[in-house]
């Protein structure tokens, strides 16, 4: 791991291919780099690799097939999320994030997306990309899952916005959580919303894509 230059940076495994996701990326306020690495070992590899990379402080948890290890270093904190792929292959999300108060901009308001009563926003993450910018706000809601599908439908058509497709997981059963996953647009503006229920706890990530 270099950490001489300003911002850290965790080596790939031997023979992966690595792809910059940006620069000017907002982590709930804080600067953050994010690179998409293409593994050519199996996951579990990758999680001892990157165990080892990040040392004793690191802490993992699994949600299903992914992986996510994590440890402070300085003033940057490294998340390291694995998703294993097709036999021996699978792929790695990096993302180092500056942990300077000083730094760190105004919370983003995300009052423009439908949130049930009662929600907590767990994370919103900011990306540029030319003249376009990308918004993911996660929060957790304490509505059922059609409910919850349902008021966001309602809101974001007053606001505008058309659902032009939909893909109903709710019937799924096992461990995999009841899930709808929707896409609205507008003019200049792109929402992709997953909604789903597992164990009596509901999620809700938004993808909001529009023009600076």
């Known amino acids: 791991m270099t950490t001489a230059q300003a911002w850290p940076v965790l080596a790939a495994p031997r023979g992966a291919i690595v ?33 080892r990379a990040l040392g004793p402080r690191s802490i993992r948890r699994d949600l299903g097939a992914m992986t996510t290890l994590a440890a402070p270093l300085g ?34 308001s995300v009052r423009d997306l439908p949130l049930p009563a009662g929600s907590r926003i767990i994370n919103v993450t900011e990306a540029v990309d030319g003249e376009r910018r990308a918004r993911t706000v996660v929060a957790l809601h304490p509505v059922a899952l059609d409910a919850a599908a349902d008021a966001i439908e309602r809101t974001l058509r007053e606001r505008g916005f058309a659902r ?20 609205y647009q507008s003019d200049g503006a792109q929402i992709f919303v997953t909604v789903t229920e597992r164990d009596g706890i509901g999620m809700i990530v938004y993808n909001l894509v529009q023009g600076k």
């Open 75 to 108: 003033q940057h904190f490294i998340t390291v999320r694995i998703n294993p792929g097709r036999g021996d292959t699978g792929e790695a999300f990096v993302m180092v994030t500056r942990l300077d108060a000083t730094a760190r901009s105004a919370p983003t």
């Open 19 to 51: 792809e910059d996701v940006g620069d000017q990326i907002e982590f709930n306020g804080y600067a953050t780099r994010i690179r998409h690495v293409i593994l050519r070992q199996s996951a579990a590899e990758a999680i001892a690799y990157y165990h």
């Open 164 to 183: 032009v497709s939909a893909d109903d997981g709710a019937a799924i059963s096992g461990p995999v959580p009841h899930r709808r996953f929707l896409l």
